[in-house]
C-alpha cells in the first residue's frame, strides 16, 4: 500500500524557517517525482514545488521561489520542504504528492499525504 | 503561465442528478487536464487524468471530456458520497496550476 507521510509542521514567527518532511513508502519512491501542494485554511490548492526522480531538477511557484527549498533522499525514501522568510500568507496545509508517472512530462498526481499544517503568525 | 478557471464555484443539486462542471485554460494545454475531489479535512483524490482516463477504483459515473482549453467533467446520477469540492489541474509542464474548485452541496 502507498502512503506518505508528512511532519514538521508547526507554528512560526513571521520570518522564521522551517523544514517540512515526507517519506513514502510501499513502492519504489526513486522512481517518482514528487511534488508539495498546500492548501491555505477555506481556500483552494495552490501547486508549491516539485523534484524529478533523480533530485536533478527542481521547479517552483513563483510565490515561493527563493525562499523554499525542495529536496529529497531517495536512501531514506524522504523528500523535504525547506521554507526559509516565511510569511503570514505562507499559513496552509501542506501535502506531499506523488506524480502518477502516466507520461514522460508531469502528470497528474495520483498519492497525497495527510498534510501537515504550518501557521505563521506573530 | 496558464491560468486554469472553473465554472460555476459551486452549485446544489440533488441525489440522482447528472452534473458538470467545467474548467477552461488560458492557453491550449492538449489533454494534460486532471480532476480531483475533495471532502472537507480530507487530502485530494485523483477521479480523472489526462481529460478522460478514470482512475482506478473511480466509479463509472465520473467522466472527463475536452481538449485545447475547455473541458469538463460529468457525474451522471449523483450520490451522497459525491458532495464534495473538485479541483481540475494542468499537468505536463510546470507550474501544475489548480482551477479554483467547485463545491457541489446538497439542494
Known amino acids: 500500500e502507498v502512503q506518505l507521510v508528512e511532519s514538521g509542521g508547526a507554528l512560526v514567527k513571521p520570518g522564521g524557517s522551517l523544514r517540512l518532511s515526507c517519506e513514502g513508502s510501499?513502492?519504489?519512491?526513486?522512481?517518482?517525482?514528487m511534488n508539495w501542494v498546500r492548501q491555505a485554511p477555506g481556500k483552494g490548492l495552490e501547486w508549491v514545488a516539485s523534484?524529478?526522480?533523480?533530485?536533478?531538477?527542481?521547479y517552483y511557484a513563483d510565490s515561493v521561489k527563493g525562499r523554499f527549498t525542495i529536496s529529497r533522499d531517495s536512501a531514506k525514501n524522504s523528500q523535504y520542504l525547506q521554507m526559509n522568510s516565511l510569511r503570514v500568507e505562507d499559513t496552509a496545509v501542506y501535502y506531499c504528492?506523488?506524480?502518477?508517472?502516466?507520461?514522460?512530462?508531469?502528470?497528474?498526481?495520483?498519492?497525497w499525504g495527510q498534510g501537515t499544517l504550518v501557521a505563521v503568525s506573530s | 503561465d496558464i491560468q486554469m478557471t472553473q465554472s460555476p464555484s459551486s452549485l446544489s443539486a440533488s441525489v440522482g442528478d447528472r452534473v458538470t462542471i467545467t474548467c477552461r485554460a488560458s492557453q491550449n494545454i492538449g489533454t494534460y487536464l486532471n480532476w480531483y475531489q475533495q471532502k472537507p479535512g480530507k487530502a485530494p483524490k485523483l477521479l480523472i487524468y489526462?481529460?478522460?482516463s478514470l482512475q482506478s477504483g473511480v466509479p463509472s459515473r465520473f467522466s472527463g471530456s475536452g481538449s485545447g482549453t475547455d473541458f469538463s467533467l460529468t457525474i451522471n446520477s449523483l450520490q451522497p458520497e459525491d458532495f464534495a469540492t473538485y479541483y481540475c489541474q494542468k499537468s505536463y509542464d510546470t507550474p501544475l496550476t489548480f482551477g479554483g474548485g467547485t463545491k457541489v452541496d446538497i439542494k
Open positions: 504528492a506523488r506524480d502518477a508517472r502516466y507520461s514522460s512530462a508531469w502528470s497528474a498526481i495520483d498519492y
Open positions: 510501499g513502492f519504489r519512491f526513486s522512481f517518482y517525482s
Open positions: 523534484i524529478s526522480s533523480s533530485g536533478s531538477n527542481t
Open positions: 489526462e481529460t478522460s
